[in-house]
């Protein structure tokens, strides 16, 4: 492929720069605002190009010195060279325009980012890619758009520090596995006490040979608190000692008059990589639903119950709504465990559980939901049968959260405000909070 030269003029969603050749708009990885950079074209369509960058010409002065030796190369991390209130600032753009490309969302209603306390060493989940080649152990992250495995052995930046030390004890205990080439991923977990869990994936045919291995490799791995196996998928989690579950907390008092809680999720379970950003997201989640004691409330993909169990002390009825059995053990759990009172929990997707309340007549005045990545376009219309006043939607996506609101619109509502969260330092993913209100 050809190379050019382009000015990065700004950040885009994805984590490349920005830039234009010939008027073309040109994307760039690992680019900064104001370098000047020799690239190769690595696909040219007609409206845009996609480039690697091959020499900084003139780097930018808000460059910073990325401190992962592999950063550039693995494809968890893709900011690392900018500083964090560059990120932020780029963070919100990218929402605003997001949000108006998709959602015709005006750009004012974007508020600030809420910055993370740490920039680093805050990611408390994390699956880590194993491969095996030519007699050796690679085990780290994938290559940016491949399934090439970048080994890293000294630990990741962004990773909290008990699952670097998972990471080196589990990385000489796969090694020694006698077929090392047959576990093609171990994911790891910490929760906000520091308890570790980690779930080998095991794609072999001696399953009882696999058992017997890791069941005998307790004392080889003293950071991890519950070792299990997955043979497929996540319903094949099978434990091999020690812990099933983590937790993580919110203070008394973080919320008014709310009493110390502390939330459980089961191996395979969905909870927030960060757990001081997921205060912040309680926090303002709280804010805009705005209840009074009077409200009925629904928590669609409630998972573990995040923000209905916290919440039910302010409404006069809560509902959550999970499609995946597990995670509603541990909401329920959850509800006896911090006395959290009546909490109804239904088993389905959020197109069924809202088709399935308003058969019944429900109506809830307040509604929360927090997708996964492709967002709830399924469910708008099942959310609007139930006539809520104020709906909470909380995205990882802006772009499917756009497509979204723009479909809520339609059906009579507004966006009141957005606020973007930094759940994920040092890369371009960003959380966010959005309220919506009948017009």
């Given at each position: 492929m050809t190379e050019t030269v382009v000015r990065i003029e700004s950040l885009a969603f994805g984590g490349a720069g920005f830039g234009r050749v010939e008027g073309k708009a040109c994307f760039v990885p690992f680019t900064a605002p104001g370098d000047v950079a020799r690239i190769r074209v690595t696909l040219a369509k007609p409206s845009y190009l996609e480039g690697e960058l091959r020499e900084l010409i003139e780097a930018s002065p808000r460059r910073v010195a990325p401190p992962c030796p592999v950063f550039g190369t693995c494809g968890g991390c893709t900011w690392q060279h900018l500083s964090y209130a560059d990120q932020l600032e780029a963070k919100e753009r990218i929402v605003a325009d997001t949000l108006w490309r998709f959602g015709r969302v005006e750009p004012e209603k974007v508020g600030r980012a809420v910055a993370a306390a740490e920039p680093y060493g805050y990611r408390s989940r994390v699956q880590f890619k194993v491969?095996?080649?030519?007699?050796?152990?690679?085990?780290?992250?994938?290559?940016?758009?491949?399934?090439?495995?970048?080994?890293?052995?000294?630990?990741?930046?962004?990773?909290?520090?008990?699952?670097?030390?998972?990471?080196?004890?589990?990385?000489?205990?796969?090694?020694?596995?006698?077929?090392?080439?047959?576990?093609?991923?171990?994911?790891?977990?910490?929760?906000?006490?520091?308890?570790?869990?980690?779930?080998?994936?095991?794609?072999?045919?001696?399953?009882?040979?696999?058992?017997?291995?890791?069941?005998?490799?307790?004392?080889?791995?003293?950071?991890?608190?519950?070792?299990?196996?997955?043979?497929?998928?996540?319903?094949?989690?099978?434990?091999?000692?020690?812990?099933?579950?983590?937790?993580?907390?919110?203070?008394?008092?973080?919320?008014?008059?709310?009493?110390?809680?502390?939330?459980?999720?089961?191996?395979?379970?969905?909870?927030?990589?960060?757990?001081?950003?997921?205060?912040?997201?309680?926090?303002?989640?709280?804010?805009?639903?705005?209840?009074?004691?009077?409200?009925?409330?629904?928590?669609?993909?409630?998972?573990?119950?995040?923000?209905?169990?916290?919440?039910?002390?302010?409404?006069?009825?809560?509902?959550?709504?999970?499609?995946?059995?597990?995670?509603?053990?541990?909401?329920?759990?959850?509800?006896?465990?911090?006395?959290a009172g009546e909490i109804e929990f239904i088993r389905a997707d959020a197109a069924t559980g809202g088709r399935h309340l308003a058969s019944r007549g429900d109506g809830f005045p307040v509604v929360i939901l927090d997708p996964p990545r492709t967002g709830a376009k399924e469910a708008v219309a099942e959310i609007a049968s139930l006539r809520p006043e104020r709906i909470v939607y909380v995205s990882c996506d802006p772009a499917t959260l756009g497509r979204d609101l723009g479909i809520f619109r339609k059906d009579g509502y507004t966006v009141r405000e957005c606020i973007p969260i930094d759940m994920f330092p040092q890369t371009f993913h960003i959380e966010s909070v959005t309220l919506l209100q009948k017009v």
């Open positions: 491969r095996w080649i030519a007699g050796k152990l690679q085990m780290g992250f994938y290559r940016r758009g491949s399934h090439y495995v970048v080994d890293i052995p000294g630990g990741c930046a962004i990773c909290h520090p008990a699952l670097n030390r998972v990471l080196a004890e589990i990385r000489h205990v796969v090694g020694h596995f006698a077929e090392p080439d047959r576990i093609p991923q171990v994911d790891a977990a910490v929760g906000d006490g520091g308890a570790t869990v980690a779930v080998v994936h095991y794609i072999g045919d001696d399953r009882e040979g696999a058992r017997a291995y890791f069941a005998g490799c307790r004392s080889d791995l003293s950071a991890v608190e519950g070792l299990h196996l997955q043979f497929g998928r996540k319903e094949s989690i099978e434990p091999v000692w020690g812990v099933d579950g983590l937790t993580y907390g919110f203070p008394a008092g973080f919320l008014p008059d709310l009493p110390e809680m502390s939330l459980g999720f089961s191996r395979g379970g969905f909870s927030q990589v960060n757990y001081h950003q997921n205060r912040e997201l309680l926090r303002t989640v709280y804010r805009m639903a705005a209840l009074t004691g009077a409200e009925r409330l629904l928590d669609l993909f409630c998972g573990n119950g995040n923000f209905s169990i916290p919440l039910a002390r302010y409404a006069a009825g809560v509902v959550g709504v999970e499609e995946y059995a597990p995670s509603l053990e541990d909401a329920r759990r959850n509800v006896l465990t911090n006395g």
